[in-house]
């Protein structure tokens, strides 16, 4: 069983996530920045981490990673303004990307169907921020010597948890919805997996098992 830290752990996708982790036995433990929310975070079967990842030093974030076997991003601004979009999303994931890569853990990044650097979102646009941010940290742990998978869902949705239809080729499929359960079964499934890494996994909703599209000539 795994050591797992998830970052952003009172996110919803985050919530459901570290609930089937923690049933699966493994140890979870959950940063959240916002005391108040350390509760919720238990309930799920993880320990609260109460940490700013915003305002953490390189040194901080190494000490935070220490010991676990995978780390989950699962973190983000939440829409704010573009100077904390930059520092949560992309100044804190790189932060986070280079402590990974030399303690040896295997990260998982969420990311969105959109992400890359030719995103197309216009700079006066209030999505331009964030869309520059993860495709910029996602540009970075594919060039990194880190152990590591991002994980690119379309729009998320509260439908109950089902299968998936992964963009493979690339190019394939067209961006659609994808219910957080399924994300979080993704991201519970990825860390079952370990033979998947190195891959960027676009997908929607559709009609594959989670656990049969990873296992498909990736374990």
Not at 48 to 62: G, K
Not at 92 to 115: H, K
Request: charged share 25%; net charge negative; glycine share 10%.
């Amino acid at each position: 069983m795994a050591r797992i830290l998830v970052l952003g752990a009172h996110g919803r996708v985050a919530l459901r996530a570290q609930r089937m982790l923690a049933d699966a036995q493994h140890t979870v433990h959950g940063v959240v920045r916002n005391p108040a929310h350390a509760d919720d975070v238990a309930e799920t079967g993880a320990e609260p981490v109460v940490s700013d990842l915003e305002t953490l030093e390189q040194a901080a974030v190494d000490q935070l990673l220490t010991g676990y076997d995978v780390v989950v991003w699962s973190a983000g601004a939440g829409g704010g303004s573009p100077e904390r979009t930059r520092a949560v999303d992309h100044d804190a994931a790189l932060r986070v990307l280079d402590a990974v890569t030399r303690s040896g853990a295997r990260l998982v990044m969420i990311s969105y169907f959109g992400s890359r650097r030719d995103h197309g979102v216009a700079p006066d646009a209030p999505f331009f921020a964030y869309a520059e941010a993860k495709s910029l940290v996602d540009e970075a742990i594919r060039a990194s010597g880190a152990d590591w998978v991002i994980l690119a869902p379309s729009t998320l949705t509260d439908e109950e948890e089902g299968g998936i239809e992964i963009d493979e080729p690339a190019g394939s499929v067209a961006s659609g919805s994808i219910p957080r359960a399924t994300v979080a079964r993704l991201i519970a499934e990825v860390v079952a997996h370990p033979g998947v890494r190195g891959l960027t996994i676009r997908c929607n909703e559709g009609g594959t098992p989670v656990a049969e599209a990873l296992a498909r000539d990736r374990s």
